[in-house]
């Protein structure tokens, strides 16, 4: 199966753009790896999970943002190569947390992003390095951004 019969199957629609919010490219490609910018849980241009976890928002709503922000960041991949049939492997996540001082479930919310790869890539080449991180504010009040460091088979 393919990957966007396994989104299909997941009742899953990537956004048609993830454009970017500022002046940068949403990836850049370079021999057979790919690196995504930081994507933030947004409808257009719209942030639809914002806030701090813990405080502003619930743990599944930042896990929700967490999973928005992949699928934006999905769809820069695929504007960037033409087919997300062409991962060969996930090898990056970093996860960066709209934290409060006393939040420590950084962890639980980039979950979220990892849990929804395991799903569409399968263990192997959704087999990911993962980095979760607290930050004092993000663009927009997101409640999460992340990026990715994909592989593209040769």
Not at 59 to 88: F, M, N, P, Y
Not at 130 to 138: D, E, F, K, M, Y
């Amino acid at each position: 199966m393919n990957l966007e019969q396994r989104l299909a199957e997941l009742a899953i629609i990537l956004p048609t753009s993830a454009s970017a919010g500022a002046q940068y490219t949403p990836a850049v490609a370079f021999q057979n790896l790919v690196w995504i910018s930081g994507q933030l849980p947004r409808d257009g241009e719209r942030v639809v999970v914002s806030g701090k976890p813990g405080r502003d928002v619930s743990i599944a709503q930042a896990q929700e943002g967490a999973r928005i922000a992949l699928l934006r960041a999905l769809a820069a991949l695929r504007e960037t190569v033409g087919s997300l049939d062409k991962v060969q492997q996930i090898l990056k996540l970093n996860v960066f947390v709209n934290s409060s001082d006393d939040f420590t479930q950084h962890s639980a919310v980039a979950d979220g992003a990892s849990e929804l790869i395991f799903a569409l890539f399968g263990t192997e080449a959704g087999k990911h390095a993962r980095t979760s991180v607290g930050v004092a504010q993000l663009p927009r009040n997101a409640c999460v951004e992340l990026d990715l460091v994909v592989a593209l088979a040769p």
